[in-house]
């Protein structure tokens, strides 16, 4: 992300004043950063759980999920399409 953050904030401070390229950052950068961290969040709480009658049925339920499931959500982490940059170019 911080790499995303950087090519985009570059891109605009090329072509923008300042406080145009803030707000512009904000407006393309904030929501994707607001949905991977709300998954990251979940993730690890659930992660974290150490009531032992729960933790057994979370590790059958984390085996059960089909792997294309988890192909989606890595996905959705990899998938940079750079559009905010080629869009502030």
């Known amino acids: 992300m911080s790499i995303e953050d950087a090519a985009v904030l570059a ?4 072509r923008l004043p300042i406080d145009e390229t803030l707000h512009e ?12 961290a709300s998954g990251s969040r979940l ?3 659930v992660a974290q759980w150490q009531n032992p009658l729960v933790v057994p049925l979370r590790n059958r339920v984390v085996k059960s999920i089909p792997e294309r ?7 959705a982490v990899l998938d940079i399409d750079f559009e ?3 869009a502030a170019a």
Request: overall charge positive; cysteine-free; charged content about 30%.
């Open 11 to 14: 891109s605009l401070l090329g």
């Open 25 to 36: 950052y904000d407006a393309r950068r904030v929501g994707r950063a607001h949905r991977l």
């Open 43 to 45: 993730y690890a709480k």
């Open 69 to 75: 499931f988890m192909d989606r959500q890595l996905d």
């Open 84 to 86: 905010p940059v080629q």
